[in-house]
């Protein structure tokens, strides 16, 4: 699920390295930051400032209830089953995690940038690099979950802003 957001953010899935190694592994351990201390040089230097936005939606996402539920679920959901003992093979799960993610992060853009105060959802688009279509679900979505509401209308232009900002 990391790699995954990481990739979509455009920070990179080969910036991060998770590897389960014992005490007593000490040379393995070795090698492994060995290598992805090699694997980051070839990538280049980061620059956290060009990825603020990203990297703030990142972390959003990761704390949300759907993701952290789907993820808390796994076993329950492809080998126990459900109530009706029915269960999703892996990649299916994998299938709906992903697009759960992607979601999630969607929504996570958005709510980055309405932080910033009422905007529409052409001036999201633009700030997120989403999609109009996408910004206007995820909104639609954001509404319904009262994390996002419309505000106002700017001549014809409808403004959008954040419940959490408003109560702020």
């Not at 329950?76 to 709906?96: P, S, W």
């Not at 688009?125 to 209308?153: D, I």
Request: charged share 30%.
């Amino acid at each position: 699920m990391v790699e995954h957001l990481l990739d979509i953010s455009g920070i990179g899935r080969k910036r991060m390295a998770l590897k389960w190694v014992s005490a007593a592994e000490g040379r393995l351990f070795a090698e492994y930051v060995s290598q992805f201390s090699d694997q980051t040089q070839a990538l280049g230097p980061f620059n956290p400032a060009k990825y603020e936005l990203p990297l703030a939606a990142t972390e959003r996402a990761l704390d949300s209830p759907r993701l952290r539920w789907l993820m808390g679920m796994e076993l329950q959901i492809t080998e126990r089953g459900n109530v009706f003992n029915k269960k999703m093979n892996e990649d299916e799960y994998r299938n709906l995690l992903q697009r759960a993610v992607e979601e999630e992060y969607e929504k996570s853009l958005i709510s980055e940038v309405l932080k910033d105060g009422s905007q529409s959802v052409r001036e999201i688009a633009f700030k997120t690099g989403l999609p109009v279509y996408s910004v206007s679900l995820r909104l639609g979505e954001m509404e319904r979950r009262h994390e996002a509401e419309f505000q106002q209308y700017e001549g014809t232009v409808p403004m959008f802003r954040s419940m959490s900002e408003a109560t702020a």
